[in-house]
């Protein structure tokens, strides 16, 4: 199994129990990102942006939690 194959993100899914409304997928090749998307995966195409924006993109979406920011939600995640 490889990106951008949806074969990879249903295994991750099912096999780590995920729900793909919890999860990011960021990658800078729009084949994988259309692919994560299409299982139903948040993504974040990582082309022609600096970490300072993802950063503040995954703290929008809670994906990141500021310190001292206890409002901020809790995700499990999986990398690969």
């Known amino acids: ?10 295994y991750l899914i099912e096999t780590h129990n ?3 409304k919890e999860c990011i997928f960021i990658d800078d090749n729009l084949e994988n ?3 994560a998307q ?3 995966l948040n993504t974040i195409y990582f082309k ?3 970490h300072g924006e993802l950063r503040k ?3 929008k ?4 939690q500021v310190s001292g920011n ?3 939600k809790a995700k499990r995640y999986a990398t690969v």
């Not at 199994?1 to 993100?9: N, R, S, V």
């Not at 979406?61 to 990141?64: A, D």
């Open 1 to 10: 199994l490889a990106k951008p194959d949806p074969a990879i993100f249903k």
């Open 18 to 20: 995920l729900n793909p």
């Open 33 to 35: 990102v259309t692919s």
């Open 38 to 40: 299409a299982c139903g």
């Open 48 to 50: 022609d942006m600096s």
């Open 57 to 59: 993109i995954l703290i």
């Open 61 to 64: 979406h809670g994906f990141l």
């Open 70 to 72: 206890s409002s901020a």
